[in-house]
């Protein structure tokens, strides 16, 4: 990219030798790196890497062990995430750190002087700039807990930009933006590095890495194992910088053998009757979400079938609805010839239903609990794991060594805290535990996010295959097209709280499926 910012120039943040521990873990082994106003400088590797450490670390939530931290050239200790702020640092987490019963405002504005009267009109102004920097369809006093989560995110970038920030971290800005919001950021991106910004990007998308960075730094079990420059990232051809980052990424064994090779996907039978049959649906919205009108889709046995659409339209409820925790206003719910639509999670659980949440922090695991008990979250006190009340402790760890091996879930052991886990991996172990071999509907939202390209591939895989689970059908949400262009069937295209169009996969499909989306956006 044009724009990168002199080699002469101070770097803005110089880490040197920088270490951090945890339990069983070198997350960050002696890195050194330079990051430069001006320069937007991508951080790549796979998931446990070390670099949400790196953030944690710039940011005040952690304290190395060892090492040097210099902003501006001189030595700094960052004891805190007011420290960072003090210094011009300001971070977008990968887990939203929102407080979902305040408004986006209210969020905006925690951390002020307690002593000092608020400015709502002095606030407002502000937040309706960075809206409009952002493009942001984010409305002020809605508790963030009613927002999409590609809105919550938006306000997360809002509130680092808030104080003006000149260092900006962003740990996975995009994984919950739809395609037009990535296009909006990356402009945004470049006006904060024209003005002289220096910006720290985390991604596992590597096009999104080329499209945006100046530099890109690789990190590999928490060590820095290779970079490119800004002429290289200007100049490379985009199949050898790719070619050279993965290696780096994995190794050079894992770089040539690491690829996971897609199994065809076999016709689907649609000749008896639908494993799942959704009869003009509708479901109550709750305030700032649209509700479900009249949605009919069906899914045979076998069938991988993919939910497009902007970010907000209404994937996240129907999948909520179709797993029970939304009931139906209207319409029925059949599943294997049985109307299950007034059972709940419980119920729809025993009739095979299961599903992965794209909430994996809030709603889909306990963070102070081990990985053998989040495993086990929807069947405690069931046999084996459960005999008389009381925990059977050998079936249950043998259990989650098995799931956390087949699905290469980086952690020290099954008792680490589940809140302990990097992103990718935490979503790594949820997707272990929904498929199950006994589930007959599998229901997968946004399930690759945060995974890094390695962990991508084998999930993508892992759809194609049916989920693990032999005549089940598969609904994927997903914000990646190309996701759902390889992974499924169809792709059934939703916008408003409808679904406006279904398309078959295969040549022609992308078109078809913009159209659908264009058509009914412009509409």
């Not at 305030?287 to 045979?300: K, V």
């Not at 709940?344 to 599903?355: C, L, M, S, T, W």
């Amino acid at each position: 990219m044009s724009g990168a910012a002199p080699a002469a120039e101070p770097p803005a943040v110089v880490l040197k030798g920088l270490t951090r521990r945890f339990p069983g873990v070198l997350a960050a082994d002696a890195v050194s790196l330079e990051i430069r106003a001006g320069e937007v400088h991508a951080l790549l590797g796979e998931n446990g890497a070390g670099k949400s450490t790196l953030i944690g670390l710039l940011s005040g939530l952690l304290q190395p062990d060892a090492g040097e931290i210099r902003v501006d050239g001189r030595p700094v200790t960052i004891a805190s995430p007011r420290a960072a702020r003090r210094l011009g640092i300001g971070t977008v987490h990968q887990k939203l750190l929102l407080v979902p019963s305040l408004t986006a405002l209210e969020n905006l504005l925690l951390g002020a002087p307690w002593w000092r009267p608020v400015d709502r009109r002095g606030a407002l102004r502000r937040f309706e700039a960075l809206r409009g920097l952002l493009a942001a369809a984010v409305p002020p006093d809605v508790p963030v807990g009613r927002l999409a989560l590609g809105q919550q995110q938006q306000v997360e970038i809002m509130r680092a930009l808030w104080h003006g920030e000149r260092i900006l971290l962003l740990d996975e800005p995009t994984a919950m933006l739809t395609p037009e919001g990535v296009r909006e950021l990356a402009a945004v991106i470049g006006r904060l590095r024209a003005q002289g910004l220096a910006v720290v990007l985390i991604t596992h998308k590597l096009g999104e890495a080329f499209d945006l960075a100046d530099r890109v730094s690789v990190l590999r079990r928490g060590r820095v194992v290779g970079a490119l420059s800004p002429a290289e990232v200007a100049t490379l051809d985009r199949r050898a910088a790719t070619a050279r980052v993965i290696g780096w990424m994995f190794g050079r064994t894992e770089a040539q053998g690491g690829e996971v090779p897609l199994r065809p996907r076999p016709p689907v039978d649609r000749s008896g009757p639908p494993l799942l049959d959704l009869r003009m649906a509708s479901v109550r919205g709750e305030a700032g979400e649209p509700a479900l009108r009249d949605l009919s889709l069906r899914l045979w046995p076998g069938e991988v079938v993919g939910v497009a659409g902007v970010d907000g339209n209404g994937q996240t409820q129907l999948a909520e609805a179709l797993a029970g925790q939304r009931p139906l206003s209207g319409g029925a719910l059949i599943l294997d010839g049985r109307d299950v639509s007034a059972l709940g999670v419980a119920g729809r659980r025993a009739a095979g239903v299961r599903y992965l949440t794209d909430d994996r922090l809030g709603e889909g695991s306990v963070a102070t609990l081990p990985l053998s008990l989040n495993l086990l979250l929807e069947r405690i006190g069931q046999p084996p794991f459960w005999r008389r009340g009381l925990p059977q402790d050998r079936p249950i760890a043998e259990n989650a060594r098995h799931l956390i091996a087949a699905h290469d879930v980086r952690a020290p052991s099954e008792a680490t805290p589940a809140g302990s886990l990097s992103g990718g991996n935490l979503q790594k172990l949820l997707l272990a535990r929904e498929a199950d071999p006994a589930a007959r509907l599998l229901i997968l939202n946004k399930p690759t996010t945060g995974l890094d390209l390695q962990a991508t591939r084998r999930t993508r895989a892992l759809i194609r295959a049916g989920g693990g689970t032999a005549g089940a059908a598969l609904l994927v949400v997903s914000n990646e097209l190309d996701e759902l262009l390889e992974t499924c069937d169809r792709i059934a295209v939703m916008e408003g709280g409808r679904i406006c169009g279904i398309v078959d996969a295969g040549p022609g499909a992308e078109a078809a499926v913009g159209r659908l989306m264009l058509a009914d956006r412009a509409a």
